[in-house]
């Protein structure tokens, strides 16, 4: 499926549509609900990037510094790679992506696709580690969702 374009699909409950939007070829996981945007991480051997989808289907993109082991052209995905982990808090606009193995939290506007900030964190996150993402009041603790 690497080199499938990955779709996403929304479902509209007023309307009762479905609809895809495409993402990319790659490897797309990681999923995370901000308050306005759905984060996705894409693998790729061209470049990693985070993936952010609106309701009304518009995506951002930009680019993410490269992982150590990183996929390659010719190799599995999963050997000797190291991973990203993705959250948002579903009471802001803010997403965090890891850099596993360099322990990095890339912090995401993602009302503009920008980066806002780049912590070091220790430990190093090997294979992209756990990550939770919460502003004061966001009302995550009753999220049902498990976001």
Do not use: C, K, N, Y
């Amino acid at each position: 499926m690497a080199g499938a374009d990955q779709p996403a699909w929304r479902h509209d409950l007023e309307t009762g549509r479905t609809l895809l939007t495409a993402l990319g070829p790659g490897l797309v996981f990681g999923v995370a609900l901000a308050r306005r945007h759905t984060a996705f991480t894409r693998v790729r051997p061209d470049g990693d990037e985070p993936i952010l989808l609106d309701a009304d289907g518009v995506v951002r993109r930009g680019p993410l510094p490269t992982v150590d082991g990183a996929p390659r052209r010719g190799g599995t995905p999963w050997e000797g790679v190291q991973r990203r982990a993705v959250a948002a808090s579903p009471g802001s606009d803010w997403i965090a992506v890891t850099r596993g193995g360099h322990g990095e939290a890339h912090i995401i506007d993602a009302e503009t696709g920008h980066g806002a900030a780049r912590p070091r964190l220790t430990p190093s996150l090997h294979h992209g580690g756990d990550l939770t993402l919460r502003v004061r009041d966001d009302g995550a603790d009753g999220d049902p969702v498990g976001r």
